[in-house]
């Protein structure tokens, strides 16, 4: 599954870069195109192997790759036929690029394609805009009042309260 | 060895809890990601090592009290990861990867985080017993503190982002380790997979090969983590764990009741076999322990009191027993020495009871 490149690795200067990967630095995406000694040698994926289980693999999740596309992750690396055979994302960001497939595949695993869990607090809340927190919020409430759990649902209605307050503070800055 | 494995009591989970005559332990854990890294499936050797840095310095900063204790697994005696195995205070996989990785835990071991497991971070809370719903409390307080300190990868639509799919969501499984001799001897395992499978649990033997697990000691945990909340996954493990103990408990009593002279004799037989013999292995041991364990509970033997009949079954574990005698040693003088140690135990069991 070896791509067409140019260019030598960053790392040896020798051999043919064919691997071009997006390296985290301190949570900074950065560049990089290795030769594939240097990927293995860093501890990456191995290549893929063209074995028969390889071609029954793609022939099984030929519809899937029709709606999550051929391309590749441009943080990580991975192609939805690559994580299909590890059966693991290589990032965050993953889960952006192959919704169009994963909802699917969510719905055969657990059932359902949608979180209604508990949402971060503290630092983490960062990483979620405040519209979606309340959004996911609205969301559990409804199905607590559904549910007649009425203590828990006065719990959300509280917490929703919160959110929008401290996301006001934080537009005044 | 590590001193904090060393002359120390084992951890509190061991020493019981409600309805721990069938329910051995309840878990609860949780898998988070850092936001900005990729995972460690796609991440390199300097990555690992710098999201092993900065998970390790936020748990140190989190300032848990008690304090933590906090390990480089990668730097450690392989003998102490089997410990640590055994213990239940890290996974398998945890043990047996070369990524530079993590551990911390609680002085009372019902609190471990694994750091650089399949995912960035993995926290887990054990308590003895069946108190699920007090091991997912305490495990969503540990959740919030580290959320102070480390932005986790999190979308609204699919929650917490983990390495694998069957984790995103909740990235929660919980979990019992629940002691099921009664239901094996009868060979009618139909009713406890019809009830694991109508909750959509996940039913495995916790030693041994195969699906019938050594001891007779099962885990049933939650397949489920995304499209519902953590109560409702506590709640499904909880509710189906209640039908397993009261079927395990009818099945003892009829046990007892219809079959109690039989019971009786293979009770003696094994007793007697324990007492006498030179050598035993590791799945032998567990086998015979777990008759044993059920007869202590079911009030048919009193030569050997609930807690140090489970502490006998759990040393009888291979890198355990080698604590004991304080040194490594192959398979053949391993069942020689769990033999010795069984020996001793009842032995001295018994001595007490004649005593008192
Ligand atoms: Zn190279
Ligand atoms: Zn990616």
Redesign the interface.
Known sequence: MSEESEGVCQECGRDKAKIH????I???PVKKHICQKCYDA????PSLSSSDLFAKLVGIIAPEVKKAGRQKCS????DYIEFRQ???????KD??LF?DA?DE??ED?????????????????????TK??V??LNR?LA?AVEKEDFERAAQLKRKIKQVEQSSVGSIKK | MLEALKNKKLGRWLQGGPQDDVVLSSRSRLARNIAGYPFLTRAGKSQVARIEELVHKKILDAGFKPPLQYYRLDRIDPFDLRLMVERHLIARNHADSDLVRGIAFSEDESLSIMVNEEDHLRMQTIYGGMQLAEAADAVIKVDNILAEHLPYAFSADYGYLTACPTNVGTGMRTSVMVHLPAIMMSRDMDKLTRICEDMNLALRGLYGEGTHGAADIYQISNNVTLGITEQEITGHVETATKLIVDLERDIRDSLKTKHGKELDKRLGKTLELLHNIKSISSEEALNMLSLLRMGTRLGLINELTESKMDELLFMSLPAHLQTIARREADSVKRNEMRASYIRKNLKSLENKNEET
């Not at chain 1, 990967?21 to 985290?24: E, L, V």
Request: aromatic letters at 10%.
């Open positions: 990967i997006t390296d985290f301190d949570g900074k860093e501890g990456g994926m943080d990580c690396g991975i590890s059966f693991k994302f290589g990032c965050a889960y952006v919704k994963l595949l969510f695993i657990h059932g359902a394609s949608h979180h209604t869990g508990r949402v971060p607090e503290g630092k983490a809340q960062s990483a979620t805009g979606q927190r959004e996911m559990e199905k």
